[in-house]
């Protein structure tokens, strides 16, 4: 099935693992038990769990019982901070080819595109986690 917001595999499991952190009732997990649960490569987590290190989204607890914890409060934290730790900065594109000039003479997607990504973005920014926890719990009851 197509979709019409495409986000890369890191992304994806960036998202998903703030999410685990935020919903779980200890808020900690270990990269081996978040691979397990998202069914993904255990290496391919681990660049993405540094990735959100860096970025100051998560933090590592070190120890026999260790794991990653969020950095922040959940509420405190926006989708568009993980997208952005993954994928960079966000910019609005006016091409969805993204080419310097329109091979069709005239742009015929641009205002569309620039407009979707704006109000994704603005999506992504004014939801927290902790509004993604809540909306998580509400679906799955």
Same mark, same amino acid.
């Given at each position: 099935m197509a979709s019409f917001v495409k986000l890369s595999e890191a992304c994806t499991l960036a998202i998903h693992t703030m999410a685990f952190l935020a919903c779980d009732d200890e808020g900690k997990?270990?990269?081996?038990?978040?691979s397990v649960q998202l069914k993904a490569s255990f290496d391919h987590l681990s660049k993405v769990l540094q990735r959100l290190t860096r970025a100051d989204l998560v933090r590592p607890v070190r120890g026999p019982q260790g794991g990653f914890v969020l950095a922040r409060p959940a509420g405190d934290i926006?989708?568009?901070?993980?997208?952005?730790? %993954?994928?960079g900065r966000m910019e609005p594109s006016s091409c969805p080819l993204?080419?310097?000039?329109?091979?069709?003479?005239?742009?015929?997607?641009?205002?569309?595109? @620039?407009?979707?990504?704006a109000k994704l973005s603005d999506h992504y920014s004014k939801t927290?986690?902790?509004?993604?926890?809540?909306? %998580? @719990?509400?679906?799955?009851r």
């Open positions: 997990l270990s990269a081996r038990e978040l926006n989708l568009l901070e993980v997208v952005e730790s %993954i994928e993204s080419k310097p000039f329109c091979p069709t003479g005239g742009c015929t997607l641009g205002c569309v595109m @620039k407009d979707v990504e927290s986690l902790e509004q993604l926890c809540q909306a %998580i @719990k509400k679906e799955n």
